[in-house]
């Protein structure tokens, strides 16, 4: 349980000065990031910013959700009724923490020194993997992903990209099919391994000459750039880090502070 609580006011308190997102409006309520907490404490490890729009949308679904079921209590009276007012009084001393776990962050100040000497020691921690660029067409059979190759080597190289983008909106099965095939920049655990494998084959500018077979049925892949694996700058992961060191700190502070009142304290465990 203290564990539980304690998640539960790192999340607040990590969480402070972000309300100002807006994911939607119900009745003129704003969505906030405030009302995303029960995703952030279902999946801890998870960064929301980064989730597929497919999951994004769903959890602001769910928190419109909550959002409406809560209004619906409000209208019972259920906040006039003995069960909310002991669970209310029993969440005080939860919400007590969180103001004081809220306090010691603040006071938390990480310099730049400490910024950049974390880099410099850490950078095995900051490289980024070989991300591809590329656009796809998926098909049933192999013999529609061999006719689009046939009527892809019809054209010129250089017309290749406008050829395949056409065919990927006419002819592919995949949701990217409206976007011409287009993918997010991906890495080589990202997709499947024979996906994979096939597109970090190719050259930018090319694609491939046969059909790539996966679960989802076969696919026309074409490799519109790649970029090498590097290692993240400073200054975009000056923010990470700052983050990082300051929830570090807070443990060490939190830490010891619980260890110098124990001592303290006449404390009988039964």
Do not use: C
């Amino acid at each position: 349980m203290k564990k539980f609580l304690i998640s539960l006011g790192l999340a607040s308190v990590l969480m402070t000065g972000a309300y100002a997102k807006v994911y939607a409006t119900v009745d003129g309520e704003d969505i906030t990031d405030k009302d995303m907490l029960f995703l952030r404490q279902a999946m801890p490890n998870v960064d929301f910013d980064t989730l597929p729009k497919e999951m994004k949308d769903k959890a602001v679904e769910q928190a419109i959700e909550r959002k409406l079921l809560t209004k619906e209590a409000k209208k019972e009276k259920l906040e006039n009724t003995k069960e909310y007012k002991e669970a209310l009084e029993d969440f005080k001393d939860t919400l007590l923490l969180e103001l004081w776990m809220r306090k010691q962050i603040d006071n938390i100040k990480i310099s730049d020194i400490e910024i950049r000497k974390f880099y410099n020691e850490n950078k095995d921690k900051f490289i980024v993997p070989e991300t591809a660029s590329a656009r796809h067409i998926l098909v049933e059979t192999q013999k529609e992903a061999q006719d689009i190759i046939n009527e892809l080597n019809k054209v010129k190289p250089s017309d290749a990209e406008k050829k395949f983008i056409e065919l990927a909106k006419s002819k592919s099965k995949d949701p990217s099919a409206a976007n011409g095939g287009e993918l997010p920049a991906f890495t080589k655990e990202q997709m499947v391994p024979s996906f994979s494998n096939a597109a970090f084959a190719l050259k930018p500018n090319t694609y491939t000459k046969t059909p790539v077979k996966t679960d989802f049925g076969y696919h026309v892949i074409f490799l519109e750039s790649k970029k090498p694996q590097g290692v993240s700058s400073y200054d975009e992961i000056k923010p990470r880090i700052e983050q990082e060191l300051q929830l570090m700190k807070f443990r060490e502070v939190v830490s010891q502070k619980a260890q110098d009142l124990r001592k303290k304290a006449k404390v009988v465990v039964k």
